[in-house]
T-cell receptor, first 115, second 113 residues
Framework: AQSVTQLGSHVSVSEGALVLLRCNYS??????LFWYVQYPNQGLQLLLK??????LVKGINGFEAEFKKSETSFHLTKPSAHMSDAAEYFC?????????????FGTGTKLQVIP | EPEVTQTPSHQVTQMGQEVILRCVPI?????FYWYRQILGQKVEFLVS????????KSEIFDDQFSVERPDGSNFTLKIRSTKLEDSAMYFC???????????FGQGTRLTVV
């Protein structure tokens, strides 16, 4: 069974500071990994994904994440936080291949950006 | 760009009533999913549907829930007798071979009063 652990349900950063949201996964097969962002009362927006190949993946809004197999981690970073980054972020995992893409989500991290 | 469409965006229903949440997946997709997010909590898998039958369901998906693909375009989630604890955001998703991700709709917020 797959699972995702997000460390820190709430993270506060100052505007312009580094954003680091932590995610560790557990999967018995090579995973696909995702970060989604959810703004209040809105749906899920895919920020970025890792499937195969390059372990550092870049997404929208200046976010990036690095897949580290040895650490079973997929932490999300952004060099400089912006007020508009305040949202909830979900790390997620699914199995590779075959077309079936059931996603298992983490519990989410709410990012607060302080002016 | 193709997208998954869910209607309505917000539905209010009385406890004990039946409700049907509707989704139009991306047209060439073969796998369909429903997820639920209770306010302030994580997104949870409910059910997956492939080849006109349920392929996997979670323990949340009990006898009060059912899914159907009544025609070639819609995918519905029916909740037979709603309870207060069914209040949540419900997300539909679809995917197919060759994609590396499932595509999510914007969700239907269900409020049971």
């Amino acid at each position: 069974a797959q699972s995702v652990t997000q460390l820190g349900s709430h993270v506060s950063v100052s505007e312009g500071a580094l954003v680091l949201l932590r995610c560790n996964y557990s999967s018995s097969v090579p995973p696909y990994l995702f970060w989604y962002v959810q703004y209040p009362n809105q749906g899920l927006q895919l920020l970025l994904k890792y499937t195969t190949g390059a372990t550092l993946v870049k997404g929208i809004n200046g976010f990036e994440a690095e897949f580290k197999k040895s650490e079973t981690s997929f932490h999300l970073t952004k060099p400089s936080a912006h007020m508009s980054d305040a949202a909830e972020y979900f790390c997620a995992v699914s199995d590779q291949g075959g077309g079936y893409q059931k996603v298992t989500f983490g519990t989410g991290t709410k990012l607060q950006v302080i002016p | 760009e193709p997208e998954v469409t869910q209607t309505p965006s917000h539905q209010v229903t009385q406890m004990g009533q039946e409700v049907i949440l509707r989704c139009v997946p991306i047209s060439n997709h073969l796998y369909f999913y429903w997820y639920r997010q209770i306010l302030g909590q994580k997104v949870e898998f409910l059910v997956s549907f492939y080849n006109n039958e349920i392929s996997e369901k979670s323990e949340i998906f009990d006898d009060q829930f059912s899914v159907e693909r009544p025609d070639g375009s819609n995918f519905t989630l029916k909740i037979r007798s709603t309870k207060l604890e069914d209040s949540a955001m419900y997300f539909c998703a679809s995917g197919t071979s060759g994609n590396t991700e499932a595509f999510f709709g914007q969700g239907t917020r269900l409020t049971v009063v």
